[in-house]
């Protein structure tokens, strides 16, 4: 930077730091970005605390996210010392990411609900719907479940008093197995009549994120009716999901579907429908996932009863089954 006059150094560091930034050489980025910070406050400079907020990024894009949730905490106070309202709350959201990051839960949610109390005009539904399927989203991955339920069930009103169904149906569905992992099934059967009601006003939609979202609405009605042992019913739901997903290349996803399935007919007492479903889903799997122990599981018991015990022993024995797990 010797070339570059002292009066313009400030504004060169900027530049050439957003510049990385946008390049994807957030590591070079945060040494600029620093320097500017630096610059600013030894010059009385006005505009630290938007220098600081872009550093918390650039540290939280390096994984640096002690240094992140410093620096954004000292953004965040000093943009609400300035009135920067809009500027507060999208450092705010970018630290409540940074504490979801830390496994600190609760900060980050604190954070998402002064967020979601902040965004409470119209024109803020969107971000305010968003900001609350994220710390759903948060208490889930916590096993919060009921906790979730609730700020998904709010995301997605959200969501429908802006006018986004596919946004709203997404936050049911996952309201949905939250309710369920709750063990609160009463909960969940009602969310599935909600979602039922969405996905009826989306269908014929050719969209592949709205395949999508239809196609996981339906496992997640199945799951539900499955822990209600209601297995027909789940059953019938989920014909044609797979081949819908794999035509928009979830292949994954329509591998878990078969699975289920193939669990259905397996408690349905219907094990030669359900060999052929749980050997594609077993070959097509990758090894060592948890997808391929359950799949593998299951088959073992399809095995059983078709009264094929030396298979059945051989792939247990293949994925290192116990007889009784």
């Known amino acids: 930077m010797e070339a570059v006059p002292s009066d313009a150094e400030l504004a060169v560091r900027v530049a050439r730091a957003r510049a990385l930034l946008a390049a994807g050489r957030a590591p070079d980025a945060v040494d600029d970005f620093?320097?500017?910070v630096t610059l600013c406050v030894e010059r009385g400079a006005e505009g630290d605390a938007f220098l600081r907020w872009e550093l918390a990024n650039a540290y939280r894009m390096v994984g640096r996210l002690a240094e992140a949730a410093?620096?954004?905490?000292?953004?965040?106070l000093g943009l609400d010392r300035l009135g920067a309202q809009a500027e507060a709350d999208r450092c705010r959201h970018l630290l409540a990411g940074v504490y979801a990051g830390l496994g600190e839960i609760d900060p980050a949610l604190a954070l998402l609900e002064q967020l979601a109390s902040n965004l409470d005009g119209p024109d803020n539904l969107?971000?305010?719907a968003q900001v609350?399927?994220?710390?759903?989203g948060i208490l889930y991955d916590a096993d919060r479940d009921a906790a979730a339920g609730e700020r998904f069930a709010a995301a997605a009103e959200a969501y429908r008093l802006g006018d986004l169904p596919l946004d709203e149906l997404r936050a049911r569905r996952r309201e949905?197995?939250?309710w369920?992992?709750?063990d609160d099934r009463d909960a969940a059967l009602r969310a599935v009549e909600v979602v039922d009601g969405?996905?009826?006003k989306l269908a014929g939609q050719a969209d592949p994120p709205v395949l999508y979202e239809l196609a996981l609405a339906a496992e997640a009605g199945a799951r539900v009716l499955t822990g209600a042992d209601r297995l027909d019913e789940a059953l019938g739901r989920l014909t044609g999901v797979p081949d819908r997903l794999r035509s928009i290349e979830a292949f994954g996803e329509a591998a878990q579907v078969e699975a289920l399935i193939g669990e259905l007919l397996l408690r349905l007492d219907r094990p030669a429908e359900a060999e052929p479903l749980l050997r594609r889903v077993l070959g097509g799997s990758p090894a060592a996932s948890r997808q391929v122990r359950q799949t593998a599981w299951l088959l073992?018991?399809?095995l059983d009863l078709l009264d094929r015990p030396t298979e059945a022993a051989a792939l247990r024995a293949e994925h290192d089954l116990d007889e009784d797990d």
């Open 176 to 178: 949905t197995y939250a």
């Open 70 to 76: 410093e620096v954004a905490e000292e953004a965040v």
């Open 300 to 302: 073992a018991r399809v």
């Open 180 to 182: 369920l992992w709750a």
């Open 198 to 200: 969405l996905a009826a």
């Open 34 to 36: 620093v320097e500017a």
């Open 132 to 136: 609350l399927e994220e710390a759903g």
């Open 126 to 128: 969107p971000h305010r």
